[in-house]
T-cell receptor, first 113, second 112 residues
Framework: EAAVTQSPRSKVAVTGGKVTLSCHQT?????MYWYRQDTGHGLRLIHY???????EKGDIPDGYKASRPSQENFSLILELASLSQTAVYFC????????????FGEGSKLTVL | GDSVTQTEGLVTLTEGLPVMLNCTYQ??????LFWYVQHLNEAPKLLLK?????KRTEHQGFHATLHKSSSSFHLQKSSAQLSDSALYYC???????????FGAGTKLTVKP
């Protein structure tokens, strides 16, 4: 069954530490996205990619890097985690020729202390 | 740039009453509009989608009509159920853009 899986599902990190959130999809989709979810702000786009080895900045890219080493994998990297990056992060994929419907992973809850 | 506005952050209803969640948008391009639903501790999932002006689309008891003249795509249901309690997101995706945009979300709570 096609799916988007994220790891870890939950993580506690220290301020200034490095965090990597991973996403793997078996949908054979070209497009992948990282969104951040905060109460009152909805889902905000951090980075996205429409082909392997290429990433694009979204609306709130500061403090985040992204890596797309293959069609299936898309990582979000926080080099120096900060308290303000405590949130739930969702990865999603989309077919290039589809209507724009996103298929989401289960989310990664990040707490920075 | 593109934007989606959901005016209600929190909506609380009594079971059996009608549901209406508002969504308006701004875009310069032809686009798809979506409603996603997210139940507690789950991923957002597609509820409805549309790109056709003035055509009603329905799924799981919910319906919405895209009105391009007013840039609206309001979500409605005739009778709320306890299981409808969830977070609802309106989103738009341009035909020529790779990054769907979301509204701030509306948390719907249905009480007995």
């Amino acid at each position: 069954e096609a799916a988007v899986t994220q790891s870890p599902r939950s993580k506690v990190a220290v301020t200034g530490g490095k965090v990597t959130l991973s996403c793997h999809q078996t949908n054979n989709h070209d497009y992948m996205y990282w969104y951040r979810q905060d109460t009152g702000h909805g889902l905000r786009l951090i980075h996205y990619s429409y082909v392997a080895d290429s990433t694009e900045k979204g609306d709130i890219p500061d403090g985040y890097k992204a890596s797309r080493p293959s069609q299936e994998n898309f990582s979000l990297i926080l080099e120096l985690a900060s308290l303000s990056q405590t949130a739930v992060y969702f990865c999603a994929s989309r077919d290039r020729v589809d209507t724009g419907q996103l298929y989401f992973g289960e989310g990664s809850k990040l707490t920075v202390l | 740039g593109d934007s989606v506005t959901q005016t209600e952050g929190l909506v609380t209803l009594t079971e059996g009453l009608p549901v209406m969640l508002n969504c308006t948008y701004q875009t310069a391009y032809s686009t798809f509009l979506f409603w996603y639903v997210q139940h507690l501790n789950e991923a957002p999932k597609l509820l409805l989608k549309s790109s056709t002006d003035n055509k009603r689309t329905e799924h799981q008891g919910f319906h919405a009509t895209l009105h391009k003249s007013s840039s609206s795509f309001h979500l409605q249901k005739s009778s709320a159920q306890l299981s409808d309690s969830a977070l609802y997101y309106c989103a738009l995706s341009e035909r020529n853009n790779n990054a769907p945009r979301f509204g701030a979300g509306t948390k719907l709570t249905v009480k007995p």
